[in-house]
């Protein structure tokens, strides 16, 4: 009985020669495997424009005017005083949030925060239909209704949504 021995060696470009040797006297035998040639597909050109196409101008982005404050700083004192005793609270806590989210402007707005109190949409639709008040999101410039729902978010002690402006 004769033993075989087999060994492959790979030539590159997919080439790969084996080379078989057993021990019966004198047998060497090499294969030389080669791939299957595949099908070329031929690639058609694609066909150039007659003309070269004029560029349409973007339009200019006509910039929003700054919104106005809906009440002056007199009557944002004044709803804070109110609101912070009807819930309790502490005025000078809501007046220190205002300042530290808004700089007191009602109309501020900050991408999806708006409002005094920087209130984003979800959080505002909470808190509102909480009270049972409008939740609608457009309300967040109202400087009234804005202090009135800081000032209930303050009497549930819920300040966790101004991270760095809530007073403690």
């Given at each position: 009985?004769?033993?075989?021995?087999?060994?492959?060696?790979?030539?590159?470009?997919?080439?790969?020669?084996?080379?078989?040797?057993?021990?019966?006297?004198?047998?060497?035998?090499?294969?030389?495997?080669?791939?299957?040639?595949?099908?070329?597909?031929?690639?058609?050109?694609?066909?150039?424009?007659?003309?070269?196409?004029?560029?349409?101008?973007?339009?200019?982005?006509?910039?929003?005017?700054t919104p106005t404050p809906s009440a002056s700083s007199q009557q944002i004192n004044e709803f804070i005083e109110r609101f912070s005793a009807q819930y309790?609270?502490?005025?000078?806590?809501?007046?220190?949030?205002?300042?530290?989210?808004?700089?007191?402007?009602?109309?501020?707005?900050?991408?999806?925060?708006?409002?005094?109190?920087?209130?984003?949409?979800?959080?505002?639709?909470?808190?509102?239909?909480?009270?049972?008040?409008?939740?609608?999101?457009?309300?967040?410039?109202?400087?009234?209704?804005?202090?009135?729902?800081?000032?209930?978010?303050?009497?549930?002690?819920?300040?966790?949504?101004?991270?760095?402006?809530?007073?403690?």
């Amino acid at each position: 009985m004769f033993a075989s021995l087999m060994i492959g060696i790979a030539l590159g470009t997919g080439v790969f020669l084996v080379i078989t040797r057993t021990n019966a006297p004198r047998v060497l035998a090499e294969h030389i495997v080669r791939p299957t040639p595949t099908p070329t597909t031929r690639v058609t050109p694609a066909l150039q424009p007659t003309s070269t196409p004029t560029p349409t101008p973007l339009p200019t982005p006509t910039p929003l005017p700054t919104p106005t404050p809906s009440a002056s700083s007199q009557q944002i004192n004044e709803f804070i005083e109110r609101f912070s005793a009807q819930y309790g609270v502490d005025p000078n806590k809501v007046r220190f949030t205002a300042i530290c989210e808004s700089g007191f402007n009602p109309g501020a707005t900050n991408g999806l925060y708006a409002g005094l109190f920087q209130f984003d949409p979800r959080t505002w639709q909470t808190y509102r239909n909480r009270m049972g008040k409008d939740a609608s999101v457009a309300l967040r410039a109202n400087a009234e209704e804005a202090v009135q729902t800081a000032a209930y978010v303050y009497s549930i002690n819920a300040t966790g949504i101004w991270p760095h402006c809530a007073a403690h």
